[in-house]
């Protein structure tokens, strides 16, 4: 290195020097690092030559009883750690191993909140303290977007960042969906100046990423074990509320008006195409990314042992595949898309835009206007139903029908305990009558008066019709 002067080795592998490149006279002291080819530099902050050397033994002490108790011997922020591990998972999306999207995701949440939260922080330095205060934070320093969390009142500088983050977030999912935003999206900040809290679902998914970049960091060696957060804090679970049969059936007519009065060819396209989309999701409980996978291969008539046509259906999704098995009619909604599709040979995406182009974000916002059309867009929680509800309501018109809970969980691709544990309250409406046994107010149903009557009358004519045959005559 040309900056280093007055170079002296006090023994292998430990080197002090000064550096010609700066104005001070402060020693440093470079360490290799035994049975690695890495070096580490401390400024020693002294002058002195003996305080020096002095202080150079003891850092190489140091170095040596961190690397015995497997301490970590060179500092980072975590802003470093967090960006090689995105690294890490570009290379998988490349290689197919996850989807391309996964990182596009971990990329917003390590460069925003994360970023600002512990950006600058040594990762060696994170404990339980700064890991379990994570969502007090989250919540006092960003705005959700649903009142039903709760609201807060805040600066009118915090109310106009927090509309400025809005308009830069709307203008991505723009120009995700290739639209081409003629000019700067403006959001106003709230004139009351109150914001909704950020769900506890979003802290949850966030707290799972800055899990993940810290078990990084012990695999790496850059901290040690202890340092691994593998628990979360217990957070309310909202889900996406299920529709219910007299929902459906809304939808199906809304649906229908709803295509029936678009003004444009590409708009009667889109409708159709997303109206027949949730029938099929619907009636085979498909998740969003395996209908995004889904070929016009994967599709294969068959029939059942007693004869009747069905659909067999090849899906992959979350890093699986299986067959599930629908109705004919998921073979007569996918049929009305193929007719109107530009994209038919085997190996095309059964769902995609009107050039021929697969579907990124299988027209999400199309589904919400037909959700809004219809009044269905919030469930009974508060919360906006997406495309996920659609494979909630099969599951649960499915458990009413009395489907055999291991053989739903075999046809959605999932385990017993989830269905169990996500679906346990369509058994307690399914068996009411013998859950509110014995309770005031509900009895079991009674036979009526005038069938206990005649029955009771036909039960003395048996007897008296015995009788008569066996009396002596």
Same mark, same amino acid.
């Given at each position: 290195?040309?900056?280093?002067?007055?170079?002296?080795?006090?023994?292998?592998?430990?080197?002090?020097?000064?550096?010609?490149?700066?104005?001070?006279?402060?020693?440093?002291?470079?360490?290799?690092?035994?049975?690695?080819?890495?070096?580490?530099?401390? @400024?020693?902050?002294?002058?002195?030559?003996?305080?020096?050397?002095?202080?150079?033994?003891?850092?190489?002490? *140091?170095?040596?009883?961190?690397?015995?108790?497997?301490?970590?011997?060179?500092?980072?922020?975590?802003?470093?750690? /967090?960006?090689?591990?995105?690294?890490?998972?570009? /290379?998988?999306?490349?290689?197919?191993?996850? @989807?391309?999207? !996964?990182?596009?995701?971990?990329?917003?949440?390590?460069?925003?909140?994360?970023?600002?939260?512990?950006?600058?922080?040594?990762?060696?330095?994170?404990?339980?303290?700064?890991?379990?205060?994570?969502?007090?934070?989250?919540?006092?320093?960003?705005?959700?977007?649903?009142?039903?969390?709760?609201? !807060?009142?805040?600066?009118?500088?915090?109310?106009?960042?927090?509309?400025?983050?809005?308009? +830069?977030?709307?203008?991505?999912?723009?120009?995700?969906?290739?639209?081409?935003?003629?000019?700067?999206?403006?959001?106003?900040?709230?004139?009351?100046?109150?914001?909704?809290?950020?769900? *506890? &679902?979003?802290?949850?998914?966030?707290?799972?990423?800055?899990?993940?970049?810290?078990?990084?960091?012990? #695999?790496?060696?850059?901290?040690?074990? @202890?340092?691994?957060? %593998?628990?979360?804090?217990?957070?309310?679970?909202?889900?996406?509320?299920?529709?219910?049969?007299?929902?459906?059936?809304?939808?199906?007519?809304?649906?229908? #008006?709803?295509?029936?009065?678009?003004?444009?060819?590409? &708009?009667?396209?889109?409708?159709?195409?997303?109206?027949?989309?949730?029938?099929?999701?619907?009636?085979?409980?498909?998740?969003? /990314?395996?209908?995004?996978?889904?070929?016009?291969?994967?599709?294969?008539?068959?029939?059942?042992?007693?004869?009747?046509?069905?659909?067999?259906?090849?899906?992959?999704?979350?890093?699986?595949?299986?067959?599930?098995?629908?109705?004919?009619?998921?073979?007569?909604?996918?049929?009305?898309?193929?007719?109107?599709?530009?994209?038919?040979?085997? %190996?095309?995406?059964?769902?995609?835009?009107?050039?021929?182009?697969?579907?990124?974000?299988?027209?999400?916002?199309?589904?919400?206007?037909?959700?809004?059309?219809?009044?269905?867009?919030?469930?009974?929680?508060?919360?906006?139903?997406?495309?996920?509800?659609?494979?909630?309501?099969?599951?649960?018109?499915?458990?009413? +029908?009395?489907?055999?809970?291991?053989?739903?969980?075999?046809?959605?691709?999932? &385990?017993?305990?989830?269905?169990?544990?996500?679906?346990?309250?369509?058994?307690?409406?399914?068996?009411? %009558?013998?859950?509110?046994?014995?309770?005031?107010?509900?009895?079991?149903?009674?036979?009526? *008066?005038?069938?206990?009557?005649?029955?009771?009358? /036909?039960?003395?004519? %048996?007897?008296?019709?015995?009788?008569?045959?066996?009396?002596?005559?």
């Amino acid at each position: 290195m040309a900056f280093v002067t007055e170079k002296e080795e006090l023994k292998p592998g430990l080197i002090l020097f000064r550096r010609g490149d700066v104005e001070h006279r402060m020693w440093y002291c470079c360490m290799k690092m035994p049975k690695a080819d890495r070096y580490k530099t401390v @400024s020693l902050k002294t002058a002195d030559i003996n305080a020096a050397k002095e202080k150079a033994f003891d850092q190489d002490a *140091d170095i040596r009883f961190r690397i015995k108790h497997d301490v970590p011997v060179f500092n980072r922020p975590f802003r470093d750690v /967090a960006r090689e591990y995105l690294l890490t998972q570009e /290379a998988r999306a490349k290689r197919g191993e996850i @989807s391309a999207a !996964r990182p596009k995701k971990l990329r917003a949440i390590i460069e925003g909140t994360l970023d600002r939260y512990a950006g600058s922080t040594q990762v060696h330095l994170i404990g339980d303290e700064r890991w379990g205060g994570y969502p007090a934070w989250r919540r006092e320093n960003g705005a959700g977007r649903h009142r039903r969390n709760g609201v !807060r009142e805040v600066t009118a500088a915090a109310a106009q960042t927090f509309a400025d983050h809005e308009a +830069e977030r709307r203008t991505k999912v723009q120009q995700t969906l290739g639209i081409r935003v003629l000019k700067p999206i403006e959001v106003k900040p709230s004139a009351e100046r109150v914001v909704p809290f950020i769900s *506890d &679902s979003t802290i949850r998914f966030e707290m799972s990423i800055f899990g993940v970049i810290m078990n990084y960091a012990v #695999k790496k060696r850059y901290v040690p074990a @202890s340092q691994r957060f %593998d628990e979360r804090p217990k957070l309310k679970t909202m889900r996406c509320d299920e529709f219910t049969l007299e929902e459906y059936r809304k939808l199906h007519t809304v649906g229908r #008006k709803w295509i029936g009065e678009a003004d444009k060819p590409s &708009s009667v396209w889109y409708r159709t195409v997303t109206y027949n989309m949730i029938l099929i999701a619907c009636n085979t409980g498909m998740r969003p /990314a395996e209908m995004k996978n889904l070929r016009w291969r994967d599709i294969m008539p068959a029939k059942d042992r007693e004869g009747r046509e069905i659909v067999v259906l090849f899906v992959q999704g979350k890093g699986k595949s299986r067959k599930l098995v629908a109705p004919k009619s998921v073979g007569d909604y996918l049929e009305r898309i193929r007719t109107i599709s530009k994209a038919t040979a085997p %190996d095309d995406s059964v769902f995609t835009n009107i050039t021929g182009q697969p579907a990124k974000m299988l027209y999400s916002s199309l589904i919400a206007d037909l959700l809004n059309e219809a009044n269905l867009r919030e469930g009974t929680q508060g919360v906006p139903r997406s495309t996920y509800c659609f494979r909630h309501t099969y599951a649960t018109l499915r458990l009413q +029908e009395g489907v055999d809970v291991y053989f739903l969980a075999e046809q959605m691709g999932t &385990s017993v305990h989830m269905i169990e544990q996500h679906y346990g309250h369509v058994n307690t409406i399914k068996h009411a %009558d013998r859950v509110l046994q014995g309770m005031a107010g509900w009895e079991l149903p009674q036979p009526d *008066d005038t069938r206990a009557k005649a029955s009771k009358a /036909a039960e003395t004519h %048996d007897k008296d019709t015995r009788g008569q045959r066996h009396r002596p005559h």
